[in-house]
């Protein structure tokens, strides 16, 4: 069984900084992809950033410049650094991860349940 576990969400003003933490644990033989998305209220999910197994990162126009994403293969663990966050940054944070299971051949995206960020004065 895989979890996989966001934490480092929170209120922050106008042009603060926040890191996201997203953690995998459980039967994993490797992950592939990581990737953040957001969902804010009543708007639909929408990628962030992403990071591939070989460190190579995207990012959405919208965040590009403020946003870095990371990884930390040994831990499981991909990070989001958010700096000059705006109001319009305020939604739920989700990580997505691309797991081999020990006991399957092909890897499979799991979603956490999500932290919240909020971006108010």
């Known amino acids: 069984q895989v979890q996989v576990v966001e934490s480092g969400g929170g209120l922050v003003q106008p042009g603060g900084s926040l890191r996201l933490s997203c953690a995998a644990t459980?039967?994993?033989?490797?992950?592939?992809?990581m990737a953040w998305y957001r969902q804010a209220p009543g708007k639909e999910r929408e990628y962030v950033a992403s990071?591939?197994?070989?460190?190579?990162?995207g990012y959405a126009d919208s965040v590009k410049g403020r946003f870095t994403i990371s990884r930390d293969n040994a831990k499981n663990t991909v990070y989001l650094q958010m700096n000059s966050l705006k109001p319009e940054d305020t939604a739920l944070y989700y990580c997505k991860a691309g797991i081999r299971i020990t006991t399957r051949y092909n890897r499979v995206d799991y979603w956490g349940q999500g932290t919240q960020v909020t971006v108010s004065s």
């Open positions: 459980g039967s994993i033989a490797s992950i592939g992809d």
């Open positions: 990071i591939t197994s070989l460190v190579s990162t």
